[in-house]
Structure formats: C-alpha cells, structure tokens
C-alpha cells in the first residue's frame, strides 16, 4: 500500500466530513481526534522508549483540570492552555526523576500509583476542584483576528479546529520519533545496557521522553474540557489510562499509525456502551488481552510483519517490538 496517496485522502475525507451534516459523527470525530493525541504522547513514553508508563490518564486529567480552572477565573484559553503544558510537564519531570530509575513492572506500578493519588487529589479537593460535583459552564475557545471575533463553540467549528490541533500534534510526533532523539529512545528500548555503553545519558532522555508524553496528555485535556464544558475527577482515574494503552497496544506500539487505529477501536467501544458505562472497561480488557495474546505487535506491527517476510522495504522505525 503506498501510503504517501492515503494520507492525503484521509485529510480530504477529514475535512468534507461535515458536509455530511451529521453533528452526531462530528462529535465522534472530535473525541477520537482529542483521544488520539492522548495515545500518540503514551505511544512515546511506551512504544518507543519502552517504558510501561500508566500515568497519561493523570496527565490527561491535570491537563483539564488546569486548564478549566484557569478559564473560568478569567484567563484566555489559548493561555490557559500554555500554563497547563508547562505545569503538567513540570509535574511529569519531577515524577519522571523519581520513577524512571525503576525498571519494568516497578516502574509501571509506580505510576500506577501516582495515578491513584492525582485522582485521590482531584476528588477530595474540595475547595479548589468542586470534587465530586466537577466543574461546569467552561466556555468555548474563540480568536480575535483583525477585530472580528471567531468562536469556536459550535460543533462544526470546534471540529475543524481539532483537525488542525491533530496536524499540529501528529507533525510533532512525527518530527520528535524521524530525529536523532528518537533514535536514542529507540536504542534504550531495545537494549538500554548498549545504549548506556554508548554514552546515552539514560535517566536524562528517558525524562524527555516522559514529559514529552504527558505534554500530549495535556493539550488533550486541556481541549476536551473546552469541548464537553464541563468535567469531573474521573477524567484523572486509571480508567483512562487503561483506555489509551489499550489503543496503542491494539494499535501497534511503537508504530506512527498505531495510536489512531487503536484509537478508533476504543472510541468505538465507548460510544457502543455509552449507556452501559460500567461494561466499556471489561470490554477494553477483553480488546487488550486478545491484542497481547495473539497480536502482541497490534494491528500495523502485524502489517509489517507480513511486509518483512515477503521482503518489501519497512518505513524507518517500523517494527518496533512488542508491549
């Protein structure tokens, strides 16, 4: 399949979707696109750097929070948003420090727990978060330009400015796994004792590449909260967390079009159970363990699997092991 031909035809679909003037697919569209920058950040952390980071959906939700607060004490969202990246991004550097040090299955339950204790934090601070009763009535993003004001609170615009945010963020993936950082987390992945014989500074670039990941958590809650208006501390919980590395271990990780496969599953299995909320996590466990038990590479990790075995070139990095 020459993909350099698809690309362009999925953003031309992506943009002519809402001729459709279905304001139901539209939404659909706009949650798997802010879920999808969530997984692309996790895909970093995990795919290529290999670490077994269970913590975006704490980034996701600080993100949000951040975010949603700012704006309703005044602040413009665009700068609402910078505060957010940089904060969730400080957080993450400080978590980084003291867990990255950890291997495998320790350093996964320590952000295990982190993630238990933002949620913990969001929930019974009161004072600042509502807690339980959650935070409403956050206005829509809009612009100014040459004095004419531009909302972005209907579904149709709210839409087009997530795609551009996507092509925003999948530009940046894309920069940050073809640079010669993401041949360094690559190489950590794949034996960080050679990498560490090589003169990589280990700690300092596996930091990187877990802020680097929650900054993607961020930007995604910071825009979901924009767009449903309201959230609640759920959106930190673990839930989440499970919801996006279920995408990308579906997906394939440590491949670039592993997040958005996976992501369209999940967004999928979401709004199926969308009134039977309590059965969406066991179906995303029973999606997540069929992917490690017959397709431990995921979808785009089997596709080029098949494409080795009958000689075809790879694109650079594909193929980058199993969870």
């Keep these: 399949m020459n993909w350099k031909f698809v690309y362009p035809v999925i953003l031309i679909l992506a943009v002519?979707?809402?001729?459709?003037g279905s304001s139901y697919a539209l939404r659909i569209s706009t949650l798997f696109i802010i879920y999808t920058i969530a997984a692309m950040g996790l895909n970093?952390?995990?795919?290529?750097?290999?670490?077994?980071?269970?913590?975006?959906?704490?980034?996701?939700?600080?993100?949000?929070?951040?975010?949603?607060?700012?704006?309703?004490?005044?602040?413009?969202?665009?700068?609402?948003v910078i505060v957010a990246i940089a904060f969730v991004a400080f957080v993450a550097f400080l978590i980084g420090l003291m867990t990255l040090r950890l291997k495998g299955?320790?350093?996964?339950?320590?952000?295990?727990?982190?993630?238990?204790?933002?949620?913990?934090?969001?929930?019974?601070?009161?004072?600042v978060t509502r807690g339980p009763r959650g935070l409403f009535g956050i206005p829509s993003p809009s612009i100014e330009l040459s004095g004419i004001s531009i909302s972005f609170s209907g579904t149709y615009n709210f839409y087009y400015l997530m795609l551009a945010v996507l092509i925003v963020?999948?530009?940046?993936?894309?920069?940050?796994?073809?640079s010669s950082f993401g041949s360094i987390i690559v190489a950590i992945r794949e034996n960080e004792l050679l990498a560490e014989y090589a003169g990589v500074n280990l700690t300092k670039f596996k930091v990187a590449s877990f802020v680097l990941s929650a900054i993607f958590a961020a930007v995604?809650?910071?825009?979901?909260?924009a767009y449903i208006g309201?959230?609640?501390?759920?959106?930190?919980?673990?839930?989440?967390?499970f919801a996006f590395l279920t995408a990308i271990i579906f997906g394939g990780a440590g491949t670039m079009l592993g997040p958005f496969i996976g992501t369209a599953v999940v967004t999928l299995i979401n709004e199926v159970f969308f009134t039977l909320a309590q059965y969406t996590v066991l179906v995303q466990g029973i999606v997540f363990l069929l992917a490690i038990l017959f397709m431990p590479k995921g979808v785009m990790g089997a596709y080029y699997s098949r494409k080795a075995e009958k000689g075809e070139k790879l694109p650079k990095r594909a193929l980058v092991g199993k969870f």
């Design 44 to 80: 970093i952390i995990i795919g290529y750097t290999g670490q077994a980071s269970l913590a975006q959906g704490a980034f996701y939700g600080l993100g949000a929070y951040v975010s949603a607060l700012l704006v309703l004490n005044g602040w413009s969202f665009w700068a609402s």
């Design 16 to 20: 002519l979707l809402p001729l459709t």
């Design 220 to 225: 995604a809650g910071a825009f979901y909260s």
């Design 169 to 178: 963020m999948t530009l940046l993936y894309w920069l940050i796994i073809r």
């Design 105 to 127: 299955a320790y350093f996964a339950i320590a952000t295990l727990l982190f993630n238990v204790i933002i949620y913990e934090v969001v929930d019974k601070w009161d004072e």
């Design 230 to 241: 309201s959230i609640f501390p759920d959106i930190t919980s673990f839930v989440n967390s």
